[in-house]
């Protein structure tokens, strides 16, 4: 098998399964997580530690905003979850987000997940983890181009001579074909928030477990916004069940 078809192959499996294998490294970072509490040395507070938390958020909610600006703008069929189907795009995003880089929805999970590993506080896992991220997704970029470039031939090589595939560029932005579709990121993008305030309520949860006191649960800020979340996942999951969601081409 060439290098060509090999890497296709792999990124049509990590493509598939894309939304299951980064549980992997979230396990591990869990495990990095438990031994730094674990063996943390006694520093001051400061106001950076005590608010450490909260950039990784931010860092975290970043990457959802991205994904919310790129799924607000693209018609249907298009920059989606889909994973047991493969492939699917009946027509090719090239204005708004897409024209400033070629996969904002991986530049955005990038920065989601990017924020659940910066919560380890450990500076080499975070490193590792960007190079695992880089690793993992190129293969995926390389199977989602291909299969681009063999739908649509010229206008994707055309598109994709001018926009970078993962560091954004400016210069070239055109403004979205597609209204903001408010309905469609509830629809599609109803998980990210849920989990976002989930792992963070974990991390927060594990982190007191393995602190040297006795333990007491605390209905914090972390726990209330995993609960509230939940209940707007849960509320929009009935909706689009209902079909209150939907819009058409949308």
Known sequence: MSLQEELKVQGDYLFKNRSYLPLIILVIGLSVYIHTEYYEIETPETWFSEGFEF??????????????????????????????????AEELNTTGIYSVVRHPLYLGNFFMWL????????????????????????????????????????????????????????????????????KKVLKKEKNGLCAVFLLFWIFDLVGDVVEMKPFEFEMGFWFYGAVISGVIYLILKVMKKRNLLDESNR
């Open 115 to 182: 924020g659940v590993a910066m919560l380890t506080e450990n500076a080499w896992f975070s490193i590792a983890f960007i190079f695992f991220y880089a690793f993992y997704y190129e293969r995926i970029m390389y199977a989602e181009e291909n299969f681009l470039r063999v739908k649509f031939g010229q206008t994707y090589l055309e598109w994709a001579k001018n926009v970078p595939a993962f560091v954004p560029s400016f210069k070239n932005y055109k403004k979205a074909n597609y209204p903001f579709s408010f």
């Open 55 to 88: 950039i990784c958020l931010a860092v975290s909610l970043f990457g959802l905003l991205i994904r919310i600006i790129t799924v607000g703008h693209t018609p249907k069929n298009t920059s989606g979850r889909n994973t047991k189907v493969g492939q699917v």
